[in-house]
T-cell receptor, first 114, second 115 residues
Framework: SAVISQKPSRDICQRGTSLTIQCQVD?????MFWYRQQPGQSLTLIAT?????????ESGFVIDKFPISRPNLTFSTLTVSNMSPEDSSIYLC???????????FGEGSWLTVV | DQQVKQNSPSLSVQEGRISILNCDYT??????FLWYKKYPAEGPTFLIS?????DKNEDGRFTVFLNKSAKHLSLHIVPSQPGDSAVYFC??????????????FGKGTKLSVIP
């Protein structure tokens, strides 16, 4: 299995502020993804984090709201910008050794926006 | 359009009995399927997977069956234990175009194992 760690694990944020979540994966991971799970919902892919270039965003997610960086193979950040209560969710970093391989998840970052 | 469907939002099973969680998919190009288990406010934990070239994969108490003609897979847990109570997600790899791949999840089934 792959080791994926992210932080913070939990935070309470003020409306209008931004928060950056960090994710570190082990060296065997080549693909990195960011997911969101809103209360009572399934896991939704936000974007694929691409090393050294702009992330590939899914429909409904934009770079201005969720800027993502991946400066090297094993590290990525997701920023949730200008937060509103609707952004309260668990944000999950994940990684895989390539298409068709198992994706492993971090423990998640539970954000509550007040 | 939801490509991976888990039509049962919840399932209750007595401890010691078999739990069967079902998943249907629409895209015949899926070639790798996974099951995850998730507790509240935690990340999903990988349970078991199956390639489309197989019809069964077994790991301890967990067995996944794949019926490609019916585009259906199921997860069997036997015997079920109270610690198995969690939300189970079915997922499939899909080529989303231009060499891009993503893992698509179903909405999940909440399993409750009653002691």
């Amino acid at each position: 299995s792959a080791v994926i760690s992210q932080k913070p694990s939990r935070d309470i944020c003020q409306r209008g502020t931004s928060l950056t979540i960090q994710c570190q994966v082990d060296s065997q991971v080549t693909m990195m993804f960011w997911y969101r799970q809103q209360p009572g919902q399934s896991l939704t892919l936000i974007a694929t984090a691409n090393q050294g270039s702009e992330a590939t965003y899914e429909s409904g997610f934009v770079i201005d709201k969720f800027p993502i960086s991946r400066p090297n193979l094993t590290f990525s950040t997701l920023t949730v910008s200008n937060m509103s209560p609707e952004d309260s969710s668990i944000y999950l970093c994940s990684g895989s050794r390539g298409p068709g391989n198992t994706i492993y998840f971090g423990e998640g970052s539970w954000l509550t926006v007040v | 359009d939801q490509q991976v469907k888990q039509n049962s939002p919840s399932l209750s099973v007595q401890e010691g009995r078999i739990s069967i969680l079902n998943c249907d998919y629409t895209n015949s190009m899926f070639d790798y399927f996974l099951w995850y288990k998730k507790y509240p406010a935690e990340g999903p934990t990988f349970l078991i997977s199956i390639s489309s070239i197989k019809d069964k994969n077994e790991d301890g108490r967990f067995t996944v069956f794949l019926n490609k003609s019916a585009k259906h897979l199921s997860l069997h847990i036997v015997p079920s234990q109270p610690g198995d109570s969690a939300v189970y997600f079915c997922a499939a790899w899909v080529n989303s175009g231009a060499g891009s791949y993503q893992l698509t999840f179903g909405k999940g089934t909440k399993l409750s194992v009653i002691p």
